[in-house]
Each structure stands twice: as C-alpha cells, then as structure tokens.
Nanobody
Framework: VQLQASGGGLAQAGDSLRLSCAAS????????MGWFRQAPGKEREFVAS????????FYADSVKGRFAISRDTGSSTGYLQMNSLKAEDTAVYYC??????????????????WGQGTLVTVSS
C-alpha cells in the first residue's frame, strides 16, 4: 500500500492550496481518508477526514469553514482544498487511510496507512 501526498509549497496568508493524496495497493472505496499535520515542535494533529461509505466529513475546529476534504474513488485520490491560509497552518501535512471507528476518526491510531508528508509554508 502506498499513499503519495503532493501539492504543498509556499503560500501567502489568504492564499489557497490544494493537496492531493494518491492511493495504490488497496481497494480505496471502503477506506476513510484523513489529513493530519505536524508543525515544528508540535505534535501531529487531526485536520480532516472523509468516510469511504457515505462520504461523511469531519474537520478540526481550526480549519472548519476554510478547508474542504473530498475524494475521487475512481482515481483512488483524496484532496484537501485549503483556503484563506494562515501562518499557523504552516506544517507538514500527511494523508492517511484506515477504517477507524467513529470515536477514533480524529486519532492517528485510527489509520493504518500513511503518506510521506508534504510541507505547507504560509508566510504572513
């Protein structure tokens, strides 16, 4: 199983970026896809996730209304559209896939497969 994250880069505050996560080696449809991030000196934190069945979405309060998670089952790709970026969004962003129960959907332990991370730097 491989998850390949891409789309990170340097942005100005207020800009938008779209991250992609291409999955291979698994049947993508049933898996929940999640995005997590880790800022320098901080622990990894949940950003957003989208269920495989039903497409229910979950967001961290810090990104709600600014970020949008989506998926394309046909191409086994997940996306994170990030709008109105802030300096505090600067982090390495990781995509993950798993079958978490509802109570674990915001926890790293709920996901068994991880991508390599893509760096997002937002200057103010």
């Amino acid at each position: 199983v491989q998850l390949q994250a891409s789309g990170g880069g340097l942005a100005q505050a207020g800009d938008s970026l779209r991250l992609s996560c291409a999955a291979s080696g698994l049947t993508f449809g049933p898996y929940t896809m999640g995005w997590f991030r880790q800022a320098p000196g901080k622990e990894r934190e949940f950003v957003a996730s989208i269920r495989g069945s039903g497409g229910h979405v979950f967001y961290a309060d810090s990104v709600k209304g600014r970020f949008a998670i989506s998926r394309d089952t046909g191409s086994s790709t997940g996306y994170l559209q990030m709008n109105s970026l802030k300096a505090e969004d600067t982090a390495v962003y990781y995509c993950a896939a798993g079958r978490p129960i509802l109570s674990s959907i915001r926890l790293s332990d709920g996901y068994g497969y991880w991508g390599q991370g893509t760096l997002v730097t937002v200057s103010s």
